[in-house]
């Protein structure tokens, strides 16, 4: 595994990411053309409509299957990182951080991490500007 840092730390799982929702993309298309296909032929439509509509329900499975499980880990993040903060300063984190923000502060050191979070909330940094002032990253290692 490469050394995560601020160029490289996202996380793509090929098989998920790039060929499942390809194949979805692709058989969603393919299914609506054979809808219109059908209909301008003046053929049966149930078939070609019943296998458009589990295409289009695929598309939102795929789509809600990831954002459920990290809305479940933002809020995590969030807590932990509050809770990191309020053992380093004891006081709770600015509430005018966002959680964009948050996810990025997670990579700061300890001793980065409330000198970037105050800056965060008075300056309102991106997540962007966030990472790139990161001296010595923190690595998530414990993701799958």
């Known amino acids: ?28 298309i393919t299914a ?24 289009i329900c695929g598309l939102f499975v795929f789509w809600y299957m990831r954002q459920f499980p990290l809305r479940a880990q933002d809020r995590s993040i969030r807590a932990e990182e509050g809770l990191r903060h309020y053992i380093l300063t004891h006081k709770q984190l600015d509430s005018r951080i966002t959680m964009a923000q948050v996810i990025a502060l997670r990579f700061a050191p300890d001793d980065e991490f409330v000198v970037l979070a105050d800056r965060a909330a008075k300056e309102n940094l991106t997540p962007k500007e966030i990472k790139q002032e990161i001296k010595n990253w923190r690595a998530d290692n414990h993701r799958m």
């Open 32 to 55: 609506l053309v054979n809808v219109y296909l059908q209909w301008a032929a003046h053929y049966d439509m149930l078939n070609s409509i019943l296998i458009a509509v589990l295409f």
């Open 1 to 28: 595994m490469l050394q995560q840092n601020n160029a490289h730390h996202g996380r793509y799982v090929t098989g998920y990411h790039f060929i499942l929702s390809a194949l979805l993309l692709f058989g969603t």
